[in-house]
């Protein structure tokens, strides 16, 4: 199963707490329509480039439009994208095709639209639905118009749309953040994302922190509220599937998986990344730059590296553990690595202590062991592991 | 011309299906002596041929059917009897040799009008699980809401094709809004969170469309798979059996429809048993030719003849 992902790189204005790339018109709207169209058609560039290629003719089971804000693109742009790409690649009939959507950017007919355009699964960022919470994360929409938008998502059609939530905000207390899950179930969504929120470097919610403006809630509290959000979603029939991911029966994230399963895919636009036999490499993360590399013709790689061997069973237990399991037949198979025998004792404490669980020739953890995800992962990693590869 | 059958719209309150005997209108049996003699050979041929055309006519043109449900309210009314159109869309081999329930081979030739949104059609109940078993083959009328592609959504009061609103039909009965958000066990798919104030989105299957199947999804199409003669199953581990091949998406092999009472609030239909097969639809209600109140018994005739509602007869049916 590969992917293909498109980095829409435009937002309306930037959140306090993103550090995905993307710019905004900043009160320029003619110079801003201008860089769109640039990108537009360096993305068609790109596009047939990775065609001519060749290495990269395999079938395509899911497309993803993430950014920045791909909904504010024209749903005609969203169709044209999509017209490209299934007559480049092999894209499959039934392949899952989200758009991620904010609130505010879009309505019933923009809905409409970018549906028969060919998006069959909307994620919208929705947050929360308190104002307050909203106002603080500088997001441009109001929690009405989010319940407005998922009901417009509904009426266009859209069977699969997934919210995006987020918690531990600075002073949110845990009964808000219940009345958030809430409010979200009662909207039936088909698939539930919620992070915790994370202070990135070059953010000015960074900033607000240095300067002591606002302070993050304390470790405990977050781990209570993330507890509380799985003992939630479980008993409103969502399955979780990874750390921050919930999903109905029937509607887990295709999209998703394929990262955690190390399957193939594809990035198309500033900074996107790429997984390609081994290799990973990534683009240019400045919009600018992109467009000229294309205009001349060349890719817009900035950089690659082909993993070792030692790198990519990493990668397998860290990815695996996050999501469905480690898939130890899978190891066995492409690495030669059979990690009961080399790790077995530390899996039995973690077994023992009720956060890893060996399910069908999968190492998974339990709903406590999601807690301790990167802990656990560290800890088969390194005791799997012989000493001086670390040293390379 | 033609026999008279009932017609079930399938409401709510009267799920009863009752098909009262056949009877010919137009009965070609003359019941005066003609003053020139003719031989009987004369007689019969006559006779005979004009079965012959009566059958032919009912077989392939036009049928007449009567309405016992309110479920198409007040487009319909309990008492009406329609002419329908089996030459509207195309042209069908009768199911059975004509006065027989001898099967015949299908054979359709389309003409040049496809169904279209809106239209009231007759069809054939679909052969379904045990809570429709009953209805099974008997004739309904509804709504065409939903042609294969589409995308139907119903909210609240509305009703969204491929998200745009389709506006209920002009005689349409519909109580004020629909609040009922809780899910309801008992609308298609079983495996759905539909509610009544909140169904769909749904895709009406179209030929040819790739489904993929996994053990959730099987339950939302199993029965579309069966009655396209195929069987579905799981095996041991969950996977997924099309004729005993493991598989893991289908082709779907005919049209569907997705219909409607206009009825809405009374109205067993598409919500609650699902899509209509392309092959079962028999053709397109064109008019009330007769329309009396089926409460009082023919024998009081006077007051039976009193309640034909005049103002229906003729109406074209929209």
Redesign the interface.
């Known amino acids: 199963m590969s992917s293909l992902y498109l980095h829409i790189p435009f937002c309306d204005h930037k959140c306090i707490y993103c550090d995905f790339y993307s710019v905004a018109p900043n009160g320029n709207k003619e110079k801003f329509d201008g860089l769109v169209d640039r990108f537009l058609s360096a993305l068609r560039t790109e596009i047939e480039l990775r065609h001519a290629d060749g290495r990269f003719n395999a079938e395509y089971s899911t497309i993803f439009f993430g950014g920045g804000t791909p909904s504010l693109l024209p749903p005609s742009k969203v169709g044209e994208i999509l017209d490209l790409l299934h007559a480049k690649f092999r894209v499959r009939?039934?392949a899952e095709i989200t758009l991620e959507t904010n609130p505010g950017t879009v309505d019933?007919?923009r809905?409409?639209e970018f549906?028969?355009a060919g998006v069959n699964r909307i994620s919208m960022g929705i947050q929360s639905f308190h104002d307050d919470d909203l106002k603080f994360l500088s997001r441009i929409h109001t929690a009405e118009q989010a319940k407005s938008c998922v009901?417009d998502a509904?009426?266009?059609?859209?069977?699969n749309v997934s919210f995006d939530l987020i918690f531990s905000l600075p002073s949110q207390s845990l009964q808000r953040w219940e009345s958030n899950l809430q409010q979200a179930v009662a909207l039936?969504p088909s698939h539930v994302s919620c992070y915790s929120l994370i202070v990135e470097p070059n953010t000015p919610l960074y900033k607000m922190v240095e300067s002591k403006q606002v302070s993050p809630l304390p470790e405990n509290v977050d781990a209570e509220m993330y507890e509380t959000t799985i003992e939630f979603l479980r008993t409103h029939g969502f399955e979780q599937y990874e750390v921050s991911n919930f999903a109905?029966?029937?509607f887990k994230s295709r999209h998703n998986l394929s990262y955690w399963n190390h399957d193939h895919y594809l990035g198309f636009g500033p900074s996107a990344h790429s997984f390609w036999d081994g290799r990973r490499f990534w683009n240019i993360a400045n919009i600018v730059n992109y467009s000229e590399f294309l205009n001349r013709g060349q890719l817009p790689e900035s950089g690659g590296e082909d993993l070792t061997e030692e790198q990519l069973v990493e990668e397998e237990i860290f990815l695996g553990l996050r999501s469905e399991g480690i898939d130890l037949k899978k190891l066995r198979r492409l690495y030669r690595k059979d990690l009961m025998a080399s790790v077995s004792s530390r899996v039995n404490e973690f077994r023992e202590q009720n956060l890893l669980v060996l399910d069908q020739e999968r190492l998974r953890l339990t709903s406590k062991g999601y807690l301790l995800c990167d802990e656990i992962a560290s800890t088969l990693v390194l005791a799997g592991m012989p000493g001086e590869m670390y040293y390379k | 011309m033609g026999t008279c059958g009932d017609i079930d719209s399938l409401s709510m309150d009267s799920n009863e299906l009752t098909r009262s005997e056949s009877e010919m209108a137009g009965d070609p049996v003359l019941d005066k002596p003609q003053v020139v003699r003719r031989s009987w050979r004369e007689y019969f041929r006559t006779v005979v041929l004009t079965l012959l055309v009566a059958l032919l006519i009912k077989a392939f043109v036009i049928e007449a059917f009567r309405i016992p449900s309110g479920s198409m309210e007040e487009t319909l009314l309990i008492g009406d009897f329609l002419l329908v159109n089996k030459f509207a869309y195309w042209i069908r081999m009768p199911r059975y040799v004509p006065l027989t329930k001898i099967e015949l081979s299908s054979l359709t030739i389309p003409l040049f009008k496809d169904i279209r949104h809106g239209d009231v059609v007759v069809f054939e109940f679909p052969h379904l699980d045990a809570e429709y078993a009953r209805s099974s083959g008997a004739h309904y009328i509804k709504r065409c809401i939903g042609l294969p592609a589409d995308?139907?959504?119903m909210?609240g009061n509305?009703v969204?094709i491929?998200?745009?609103?389709l506006s209920l039909p002009p005689h349409a009965k519909q109580n004020g809004s629909v609040s009922h958000w809780q899910q309801n066990q008992r609308l298609f798919p079983a495996?759905s969170?539909f509610s009544d104030g909140?169904y769909?989105?749904?895709?009406v299957p179209k030929k040819g469309d790739?489904?993929?199947l996994?053990p959730?999804?099987i339950y939302h199409w199993r029965w579309m798979i069966t009655q396209e003669g195929h069987t579905i199953t799981l095996d041991e581990e969950k996977k997924i059996l099309l004729d005993g091949q493991r598989t893991d998406?289908y082709v779907i092999q005919q049209n569907y429809y997705f219909v409607l009472g206009d009825n809405r609030d009374n109205s067993l239909d598409s919500r609650y048993w699902g899509f209509v097969p392309e092959n079962n639809i028999i053709g397109e209600a064109l008019m009330v030719y007769w329309s009396w109140n089926p409460e009082i018994s023919v024998g009081s005739i006077g007051e039976k003849l009193g309640s034909v509602r005049w103002d229906r007869i003729g109406t074209i049916i929209k």
Do not use: H, K, M
């Not at chain 1, 509904?154 to 069977?159: L, P």
């Open positions: 009939s039934d019933l007919e809905l409409r549906r028969s009901r509904f009426r266009a059609g859209f069977e039936e109905r029966p029937g | 995308t139907v959504v909210f509305e969204f491929n998200g745009n609103r495996v969170r909140r769909g989105p749904i895709i790739t489904i993929s996994d959730y999804t998406s």
